[in-house]
């Protein structure tokens, strides 16, 4: 099994940052991507940034430039630095992680149990 764990969220005023680390255990043979989304109350949950194994890197439109996503492979460990936030980053950040657990199989995806992140004045 792999388990997720992440950590970092919390409150903030607009403009402020926020890093967000996510740590994968368990049986790992390879990480293939990781990734973060969110939620927000009333809202879809949306893919906000991922990385591969490769350091290949996406962005949602909104986060660009602001968000930076980083993965530490050796400690299976994957971090988002959110600067000058705004309001509406508040949500429930999930990690989420393509891991698979032998040689002989490929992928799943694996989720955490979130954190949440406020940004107000």
């Known amino acids: 099994q792999v388990r997720l764990v992440e950590s970092g969220g919390g409150s903030v005023q607009p403009g402020g940052s926020l890093r967000l680390s996510c740590a994968a255990s368990?049986?790992?043979?390879?990480?293939?991507?990781m990734g973060w989304s969110r939620q927000a109350p009333g809202n879809q949950r949306e893919l906000v940034a991922s990385?591969?194994?490769?350091?290949?890197?996406n962005y949602e439109d909104s986060v660009k430039g602001r968000f930076t996503i980083s993965i530490d492979n050796a400690k299976n460990t994957m971090h988002l630095q959110m600067n000058n936030l705004k309001p509406e980053d508040t949500a429930i950040y999930y990690c989420?992680?393509?891991?698979?657990?032998?040689?002989?199989?490929?992928?799943?995806?694996?989720w955490g149990q979130g954190t949440q992140v406020a940004v107000s004045s």
């Open positions: 989420n992680a393509g891991v698979a657990t032998t040689s002989s199989y490929g992928p799943m995806i694996y």
């Open positions: 990385i591969d194994s490769g350091g290949n890197t």
């Open positions: 368990g049986t790992i043979f390879k990480i293939y991507n």
